[in-house]
């Protein structure tokens, strides 16, 4: 099983960015897809998660209204939409499968990617 996250990178304040998590080797329809971030010096923490039947999602209080999670299950791809972006976004983010409903604790998380790294400068 791989999940293989990208679209990171460097922008602006009020900016954008479009992550992207693709998974191999696994029924990706039957997993709950997740995204964690991890700035310099602090823990992981929960940032958005969308249910494998694309009818619910979750978001953490501080990204909510900025940023959307979405999937393509015929892709096999999960995306993190972040838009207005602020310098506390920055962070190396992170997806992650769930096979249960549980979605805002890590250990819920069968499966990581290498996490792909935002920066937001101000």
């Known amino acids: 099983v791989q999940l293989q996250a990208s679209g990171g990178g460097l922008v602006q304040a009020g900016g954008s960015l479009r992550l992207s998590c693709v998974a191999s080797?696994?029924?990706?329809?039957?997993?709950?897809m997740g995204w964690f971030r991890q700035a310099p010096g602090k823990e992981r923490e929960f940032v958005a998660a969308?249910?494998?039947?694309?009818?619910?999602?979750y978001y953490q209080g501080s990204v909510k209204g900025r940023f959307t999670v979405s999937r393509d299950d015929a892709k096999n791809t999960a995306y993190l939409q972040m838009n207005s972006l602020k310098p506390e976004d920055t962070a190396v983010y992170y997806c992650?499968?769930?096979?249960?409903?549980?979605?805002?604790?890590?250990?819920?998380?069968?499966?990581w990617g290498q996490g792909t790294l935002v920066t937001v400068s101000s």
């Open positions: 992650g499968a769930s096979p249960t409903k549980n979605y805002f604790r890590q250990s819920f998380y069968k499966y």
């Open positions: 080797g696994l029924t990706f329809s039957n997993y709950l």
């Open positions: 969308i249910t494998w039947n694309n009818i619910n999602t």
